[in-house]
């Protein structure tokens, strides 16, 4: 079966700190992965997707990238957070096919 | 690009009651409506989904319907517990997109 890990649960971060978040699935190939962002009490803002290693589609213009340096790693990256970073980090992945989206447990991150 | 609007934001019910939450979207090429419940600080877990080929999808207490002349879809759940207290979102994906879109989130607030 499938599985999705996504680490690290929780982060405090100072603002203008570097952000390195990963996510791995695990059972299948070739996935489309998905980073999305959730303030507190609000929606599911996407941010990135990858239908394939190196094929990176971003959603929202702001300091952070994501990177797919292998079929089933998704990573999102920042050069300097700002306090407006601050939010729960969910990574998701998809067949493609008509299927669901599964989602990462998330990373809450708080950036001070 | 597609749009999803989703209603009510917030629905209070008591213990037993039925509890409907709507969606609607604008692209006719989406083909596939997942909804995700997601309780306070954990991930959206898919509840039921349904495809543009079906009208309707029934699992146990929660059910989907979809009109898609009309483009609106919606999740009902009977005999609402206290345990279905959460934030529900909807979703739709299509081929063309290759992305989900979801909708605001409602907040289900059951009632003992």
């Known amino acids: 079966s499938q599985t999705i890990h996504q680490w690290p649960a929780t982060l405090v971060q100072p603002v203008g700190s570097p952000l390195s978040l990963e996510c791995t699935v695990e059972?299948?190939?070739?996935?489309?992965l998905y980073w999305y962002r959730q303030a507190a009490g609000r929606g599911l803002q996407l941010l990135f997707y990858?239908?394939?290693?190196?094929?990176i589609s971003s959603e929202v213009p702001q300091n952070l990238s994501a990177s797919r340096p292998q079929d089933r790693q998704f990573i999102l990256s920042s050069k300097k957070l700002l306090l407006s970073d601050s939010g729960f980090y969910l990574c998701?992945?998809?067949?493609?096919?008509?299927?669901?989206?599964?989602f990462g447990n998330g990373t809450r991150l708080t950036v001070t | 690009g597609e749009n999803v609007e989703q209603h009510p934001s917030t629905l209070s019910v008591q213990e037993g009651d039925s509890a409907v939450i709507k969606c609607t979207y604008s692209?006719?090429?989406?083909?596939?409506f997942p909804w995700y419940k997601q309780e306070l600080g954990k991930r959206p877990q898919l509840i039921i989904d349904?495809?543009?080929?079906?009208g309707e999808k029934k699992d146990q207490r929660i059910a989907v319907t979809l009109n898609k002349t009309a483009k609106h879809f919606s999740l009902h759940i009977t005999e609402t517990q206290p345990e279905d207290s959460a934030v529900y979102f909807c979703?739709?994906?299509?081929?063309?997109?290759?992305?989900?879109?979801f909708g605001s989130g409602t907040k289900l607030n059951v009632k003992p």
């Open positions: 059972g299948t190939s070739n996935p489309n």
């Open positions: 979703a739709a994906w299509g081929y063309n997109f290759n992305k989900f879109y």
């Open positions: 349904i495809r543009s080929n079906v």
């Open positions: 692209d006719s090429a989406s083909n596939y």
């Open positions: 998701a992945w998809s067949d493609g096919n008509n299927s669901p989206l599964h």
């Open positions: 990858s239908v394939g290693i190196g094929q």
